[in-house]
Structure formats: structure tokens, C-alpha cells
T-cell receptor, first 118, second 114 residues
Framework: AQSVSQHNHHVILSEAASLELGCNYS??????LFWYVQYPGQHLQLLLK??????LVKGIKGFEAEFIKSKFSFNLRKPSVQWSDTAEYFC????????????????FGTGTLLAVQP | GAGVSQSPSNKVTEKGKDVELRCDPI?????LYWYRQSLGQGLEFLIY????????KSGLPSDRFSAERTGGSVSTLTIQRTQQEDSAVYLC????????????FGSGTRLTVV
């Protein structure tokens, strides 16, 4: 079955440290990829998305992600984290339809809880 | 409305009772999704609506779970004879038609079955 793997379940960093959260997916066709963030007490929000084109995608709040097709990966990065980045981060991919191609349904990873210490 | 609205925000129910969870999507969003978020489990897909029809209901855990959508707008997720394992946050999201649109999520309904 199609799946999304986030290998880091819980990450603790100090402010100004660099961040990279791993995401791998299993679907081999054309994909749309997403990172969502859930700040404490808030609802899930879209951080960035990749549909096509430049595999390096810029998102809000200084986040970026790189799509590497050969590695089935879409890792999230930020050069210097802040305390306000403390949140749970979810990677997601459009599910494959029964006849191939991506659908509107998203499959999510299990999330990575990031704690940034001041 | 401006966002996806879910009600109630919290629901505590006794085991064996039925519950209804409501989702009001963003106006004009034809696609609507229900997910379940449990601690350490990530987001589990339940059902997807395009308009009033549900082309994918593969994630509904059992026949105790059902959902409907009327007028291409409001959706209701019903859980019959609730069990303790149904305790979770139930999230609704909507999106414009078309592949790959990002979802807009509601704040969820936290369901606790005691």
C-alpha cells in the first residue's frame, strides 16, 4: 500500500540550529508533495507544496523542501530554527488513483514533533 | 465562512452512544475530507467527498462509521455505538476541485468515549 514515512518522530534543537526533517514516500508515479505544520493549540496549516518544476520549493517562515525523485524523498529544511517553530510537522503525498495518476486524497506521515529550546 | 468550521469542538460520550460530528467547509470548495488523528498515529484518512458523492470511503474503520454530505456543503460524520478506541481528534478539510490542491483544515472535534 502507498505510504509516507517520517523517520524522525521527535526532534529537539536549540535556537539557531539547522533543521532537516526526513520524508520518504512509496508511490512511483507523478506526485504532489506537501508539508503541513500544526502549532500548539492550532489547526493544521500548509507550509509548502511541490507540484512540478524546480525541485527546491520555498515555503513560509523560511522553510524549504527539496524533491529528489530518485530517492522518493521530500525533506524539509530550515537553516536556523526559532523557538516559534516548535510544532508538529507532517509530510503528505497525493494518493495514487485506481487507474494511475494522483488523486485529491492525501496520505500523511505520522508526523515529527519539533521542540526548539530557547 | 472564511475557514473550515467543525462542531462540536469537544465531545465526551458514553460507550455505546451514537455521536454526530459536523463540518462546514469553505464556500465553493467541492472536495471535503474526514481524517482521524490519534496520538502517535498521524492522520488516518476516513472518507472523501466530491460534491455530495463519496468516491473513496476506504478509510472508514467499520460499519459503525458513516458520513454524508448535502447540498455540496455541510458534512456529517456519524459514529454509532461508540467504543473507547474511537477516541481521537476528527479533522475535516476542504479543497477546490483539481489535483493537488492543498487542504484547508478545520480545528477538529476531540471525541472522548468513556
Amino acid at each position: 500500500a502507498q505510504s509516507v514515512s517520517q523517520h524522525n518522530h521527535h526532534v529537539i534543537l536549540s535556537e539557531a540550529a539547522s533543521l532537516e526533517l526526513g520524508c520518504n514516500y512509496s508511490y512511483g508515479g507523478t506526485v504532489n508533495l506537501f508539508w503541513y505544520v500544526q502549532y500548539p493549540g492550532q489547526h493544521l496549516q500548509l507550509l509548502l507544496k511541490y507540484f512540478s518544476g524546480d525541485p527546491l520549493v520555498k515555503g513560509i517562515k523560511g522553510f524549504e523542501a527539496e524533491f529528489i525523485k530518485s530517492k522518493f524523498s521530500f525533506n524539509l529544511r530550515k537553516p536556523s530554527v526559532q523557538w516559534s517553530d516548535t510544532a508538529e510537522y507532517f509530510c503528505a503525498v497525493n494518493a495514487e488513483g485506481p487507474y494511475g495518476g494522483a488523486t485529491n486524497k492525501l496520505i500523511f506521515g505520522t508526523g515529527t514533533l519539533l521542540a526548539v529550546q530557547p | 465562512g472564511a475557514g473550515v468550521s467543525q462542531s462540536p469542538s469537544n465531545k465526551v460520550t458514553e460507550k455505546g452512544k451514537d455521536v454526530e460530528l459536523r463540518c462546514d467547509p469553505i464556500s465553493g470548495h467541492t472536495a471535503l475530507y474526514w481524517y482521524r488523528q490519534s496520538l502517535g498515529q498521524g492522520l488516518e484518512f476516513l472518507i472523501y467527498f466530491q460534491g455530495n458523492s463519496a468516491p473513496d470511503k476506504s478509510g472508514l474503520p467499520s460499519d459503525r462509521f458513516s458520513a454524508e454530505r448535502t447540498g455540496g456543503s455541510v458534512s456529517t460524520l456519524t459514529i454509532q455505538r461508540t467504543q473507547q478506541e474511537d477516541s481521537a481528534v476528527y479533522l475535516c478539510a476542504s479543497s477546490l476541485k483539481g489535483q493537488g490542491d492543498g487542504y484547508t483544515f478545520g480545528s477538529g472535534t476531540r471525541l472522548t468515549v468513556v
